[in-house]
C-alpha cells in the first residue's frame, strides 16, 4: 500500500524558513517522480513544484520560484522542500504526492503551513 | 499557461442521479493528458481519472470520463452518498500544471 507522510507544517513569521519533508513507503521510491502541491484555506488546488525520479530534474512554479527548493534522498525515502522568505499568500496545506505519468497519482493527507507575525 | 475552466461552480443534485462535470482548457491539452480528482471535505484529494477517460485503481464503474483537445467531461452516471464532493480536473501535458478551479456536487 502507497503511503505518503508529510510532516514540517506550522506557524512561521512572514519572511520566515520551513523545510518541509514527505516519507513515502509501499512503492520503489527511487522509480518515481514527485509533486508538491498546496491548498490555500477554502482555495482549490495549485502544483508547485515536482522533482523526477533521480533528482536530476526539478519544475517550479512561479509563485514559489527563487524562494523554495524541492529535493530528494532516495536511500531514506523521502521527499522535502526548503521554503523560504515566505509570505501571508505562502499559507497552505501542503500535499506532496507521488506521480503516476504527470497526473498526482496517490497523495498524503497534507501538512498545514500558517504564515503569520 | 494553460488554463483550466470548470462548470458549473456547484451543482445540487439527488442521489441517484446522473451528474456531468465540464471542464475547458484554454488551449489544446495533447495526449489526452487531463485527470480528475475528488476530495471531501478534510481529505486530500484522490486520483479518479487519469488520461481523459482511464480509471484509477479502486474507482467505481460510475465515475467516467471522457473529451479531447479542450473539452473534457467527468460523468457519474447514479450519484451515491459518498459521491458528494469537490471535483477538480488537471492538465499534465504542459508546465505548470494546472487544475480547475473546482466543481462542488452538493445535496439537493
Known amino acids: 500500500e502507497v503511503q505518503l507522510v508529510e510532516s514540517g507544517g506550522g506557524l512561521v513569521q512572514p519572511g520566515g524558513s520551513l523545510r518541509l519533508s514527505c516519507s513515502a513507503s509501499g512503492f520503489t521510491f527511487s522509480d518515481y517522480s514527485m509533486h508538491w502541491v498546496r491548498q490555500a484555506p477554502g482555495k482549490g488546488l495549485e502544483f508547485i513544484s515536482s522533482i523526477n525520479n533521480d533528482g536530476s530534474s526539478t519544475y517550479y512554479a512561479d509563485s514559489v520560484k527563487g524562494r523554495s527548493t524541492i529535493s530528494r534522498e532516495n536511500s531514506k525515502n523521502n521527499l522535502y522542500l526548503q521554503m523560504s522568505s515566505l509570505r501571508v499568500e505562502d499559507m497552505a496545506v501542503y500535499y506532496c504526492?507521488?506521480?503516476?505519468?504527470?497526473?498526482?497519482?496517490?497523495w498524503g493527507q497534507g501538512t498545514l503551513v500558517t504564515v503569520s507575525s | 499557461e494553460i488554463v483550466m475552466t470548470q462548470s458549473p461552480a456547484t451543482l445540487s443534485v439527488s442521489p441517484g442521479e446522473r451528474v456531468t462535470l465540464s471542464c475547458r482548457a484554454s488551449q489544446s491539452v495533447s495526449s489526452y493528458k487531463l485527470a480528475w480528482y475528488q476530495q471531501k471535505p478534510g481529505q486530500a484529494p484522490r486520483l479518479l481519472i487519469y488520461g481523459a477517460s482511464t480509471r484509477a485503481t479502486g474507482i467505481p464503474a460510475r465515475f467516467s470520463g471522457s473529451g479531447s483537445g479542450t473539452d473534457f467531461t467527468l460523468t457519474i452516471s447514479s450519484l451515491q452518498s459518498e459521491d458528494f464532493a469537490v471535483y477538480y480536473c488537471q492538465q499534465y501535458n504542459n508546465w505548470p500544471r494546472t487544475f480547475g478551479q473546482g466543481t462542488k456536487v452538493e445535496m439537493k
Open positions: 504526492a507521488k506521480s503516476g505519468g504527470g497526473y498526482s497519482e496517490y
